[in-house]
């Protein structure tokens, strides 16, 4: 697994903050760009090669998308 962390710069988001970005591979063999969700710094809470867990984050529309927390 490989993380990054970034900011968005769009105004629409200046509250968000700084959010990772991570490629997360599953047990089952599928690679996933997602985010890492569920830590209070992005930039110093999580690392390459952590364990972490799904959680589905609702979307409009009935969409749910997969978001990972450290587990």
Request: glycine share 8%.
């Amino acid at each position: 697994s490989f993380s990054v962390v970034r900011q968005n710069r769009n105004p629409a988001f200046k509250d968000l903050g700084a959010y990772a970005v991570a490629f997360v591979d599953l047990d089952e063999g599928v690679r996933l760009m997602t985010n890492v969700v569920g830590v209070n710094d992005p930039t110093k809470d999580i690392s390459v090669g952590m364990r972490v867990k799904v959680q589905w984050e609702d979307q409009e529309g009935g969409i749910s998308l997969p978001l990972f927390a450290p587990a």
